[in-house]
């Protein structure tokens, strides 16, 4: 999903289905290459929990193809409930969705064997994407995987001028917020105790972090207090083009 806050008059392209479901497009063409990531690197059994699960159509697909990983969807909005529950209705292995916010909000429950976040970062100012990184190595059990997903800076500038121009419409609404580097998202995971132990170009120039803890890591230390400014990691959606 693409989640974080949702500025002023700013609204994506949504369909709704008679159940409630809400679908997104970008959801629905990145779901296939997320779905092969995870069939690779995800444990086959365990707690996983899916930051900002925004429409739910993630952990329909991933929960479908994952059965003996317990699926716990989470948004900052409860508003998107309705349709995560109608996209996992019948699903024995998804809990029903929980309000958190993982900038602020203490780790629920027990800790995961797996993480996902998708299309999030981009979409929240700097100091909440590093408390997120620090939320998910607490949250991360012993020998877990956890997987962030979505559009990054790198070394030499951005992928594309399509991606410059997305980066720029979003600190227009916003400056605090738009992409990250790889280099400041390679610099919190390491300060968390955690490490990248693959890095994989997907399609529409996203990467894919896949996130172990480091040797002898101890856990990381709590986020600090956000600024929240009205506005944290959750479900308002901008769609890149």
Same mark, same amino acid.
């Given at each position: 999903?693409?989640?974080?806050?949702?500025?002023?008059?700013?609204?994506?392209?949504?369909?709704?289905?008679?159940?409630?479901?809400?679908?997104?497009?970008?959801?629905?063409?990145?779901?296939?290459?997320?779905?092969?990531?995870?069939?690779?690197?995800?444990?086959?059994?365990?707690?996983?929990?899916?930051?900002?699960?925004?429409?739910?159509?993630?952990?329909?697909?991933?929960?479908?193809?994952?059965?003996?990983?317990?699926?716990?969807?989470?948004?900052?909005?409860?508003?998107?409930?309705?349709?995560?529950? &109608?996209?996992?209705?019948?699903?024995?292995?998804?809990? =029903? @969705?929980?309000?958190?916010? $993982? #900038?602020?909000? *203490?780790? %629920?429950?027990?800790?995961?064997?797996?993480?996902?976040?998708?299309?999030?970062?981009?979409?929240?100012?700097?100091?909440?994407?590093?408390?997120?990184?620090?939320?998910?190595?607490?949250?991360?059990?012993?020998?877990?995987?956890?997987?962030?997903?979505?559009?990054?800076?790198?070394?030499?500038?951005?992928?594309?001028?399509?991606?410059?121009?997305?980066?720029?419409?979003?600190?227009?609404?916003?400056?605090?917020?738009?992409?990250?580097?790889?280099?400041?998202?390679?610099?919190?995971?390491?300060?968390?105790?955690?490490?990248?132990?693959?890095?994989?170009?997907?399609? &529409?120039?996203?990467?894919?972090?896949?996130?172990?803890? =480091? @040797?002898?890591?101890?856990? $990381? #230390?709590?986020? *600090?207090? %956000?600024?929240?400014?009205?506005?944290?990691?959750?479900?308002?959606?901008?769609?890149?083009?």
């Amino acid at each position: 999903m693409i989640h974080g806050p949702n500025p002023p008059g700013v609204r994506p392209p949504v369909t709704g289905s008679p159940d409630e479901r809400l679908s997104f497009p970008a959801t629905e063409r990145n779901t296939a290459p997320i779905g092969a990531l995870l069939d690779r690197v995800a444990p086959a059994s365990g707690r996983a929990v899916e930051i900002a699960s925004g429409t739910g159509q993630h952990i329909h697909a991933f929960a479908s193809s994952n059965p003996r990983l317990h699926w716990q969807p989470t948004d900052i909005d409860p508003s998107r409930f309705a349709s995560i529950s &109608a996209w996992t209705r019948g699903l024995p292995n998804v809990s =029903a @969705p929980i309000v958190f916010d $993982a #900038a602020s909000d *203490d780790w %629920p429950g027990a800790p995961a064997d797996f993480i996902l976040l998708v299309n999030l970062l981009h979409l929240i100012p700097a100091d909440d994407a590093r408390r997120v990184v620090v939320t998910i190595a607490n949250g991360l059990a012993s020998g877990g995987v956890a997987v962030v997903y979505g559009p990054f800076r790198r070394d030499h500038g951005f992928a594309s001028e399509g991606d410059a121009q997305f980066d720029a419409s979003l600190r227009a609404r916003d400056p605090a917020i738009g992409y990250k580097s790889v280099a400041d998202f390679s610099g919190w995971v390491s300060r968390a105790g955690l490490e990248i132990s693959e890095t994989l170009d997907m399609p &529409a120039n996203n990467l894919a972090f896949v996130l172990k803890g =480091a @040797p002898g890591r101890g856990a $990381a #230390a709590p986020p *600090d207090a %956000p600024d929240r400014r009205g506005a944290g990691p959750g479900s308002g959606t901008v769609e890149r083009p």
